[in-house]
């Protein structure tokens, strides 16, 4: 029998910031850009539960948080407390694992199959993980206990916040059944709207569904999304979870056509990517411009370079990039830097921070 379980903290960046400032727990706050009066770009990193009762939601523009909520508590992003308590986390969830994966900042999957041997003993178990990150980092976390990392993921969904979620194999398929298309993971609105235009509505009818209609409409990806809709995955908790590119981005405060604006903000962000690469012990291969328009029209523009961890390479092929391949006539409303197909340097400790 194979246990997975999917730890995830809870609205992680909100939490740390509670940590330092106990006083704005239980007031709708905000983790993300500046809000600016309702005129700041950008959006809602992370949100507390008091914020999310208003409707507020991670990901959404923080001005649209702002017209919903003006006067929650909105506070920048810093970056290096949450690497450093998840850290802290980290350490924790990966003592108690058989295989440990670390998948964002602050979610981790774990194999404990060798460890646990009954659904039973997973939940105290996983009762143990819970109250041990929360004595050494004084913070919440949900978990998910399953039978493959889908499941887990499923699970912890299921049972946040400040919970843990068992489902049975042999419970699966109910919990699934009923359940919104777009509540399975891999399933975004545009998929979930093509799939209700074949007359499919919830995940059960998916999981029925004939898997020919699904390759024509949809190609491997419908086979794909038909085993999830099974509750089947196969993927394994990869012990050598390894970074795969690491970026920035800016929002410009106002769209912007002006050449010099956008290469400084090349240059700085390449500054700031380049200060992950060396921390976590990298070597780059790829570089990638993203380039949003103000109308949200978006390019990716990359390319292969000597294999490097330099500043000025990263600046000079990400400028050039931009003065190649945008439109100077449209105005910008967000840049990206990115570096990919990543590498240990020599010499260096093991990989495996997450820094992006
Ligand atoms: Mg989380």
Known sequence: MQIIMLIDMDYFFVACEELRRPEIKDKPTIVGSDPKQGEGRGVVMTCNYPARKFGVRSGMPISQAYRIKSDAIYIPMDYDLYEKI?????????????????????EAFIDVSKKI???????????????????????PCTIGISTNKLMAKMACEAGKPNGIRLVREEDVKEFLNGKELD??????????????????????????????????????FGVEIQKYANGIDESKVEENYEVKSIGREKTFEKDTADRDTVTTAIRKLSDEVIGEVKKAGLTFKAVTVKLRYGDFTEHLKSRSIRRSDDAGDLASNAVDLYLRYSDKSRPM??????VSDLTKARGQKKIGEFTS
């Open 333 to 338: 409303r967000k840049i990206g830097v990115r």
């Open 183 to 220: 509540d399975l993971y891999g399933i975004g609105k545009k998929t979930k709207e093509k799939l209700e235009a074949m007359g499919y509505k919830t995940i059960g009818e998916l999981a029925k569904a004939n898997t020919m209609d699904l390759m024509e409409r949809f190609g491997s």
């Open 86 to 106: 998840s850290k802290d986390v980290m350490k924790v969830v990966k003592s108690f694992a058989d295989r440990f994966e670390q998948v964002s900042v602050d």
């Open 117 to 139: 041997k009954s659904y039973e003993d997973s939940l105290d178990y996983a009762k143990r993980i819970k109250d041990t990150i929360k004595e050494k980092t004084g913070l």
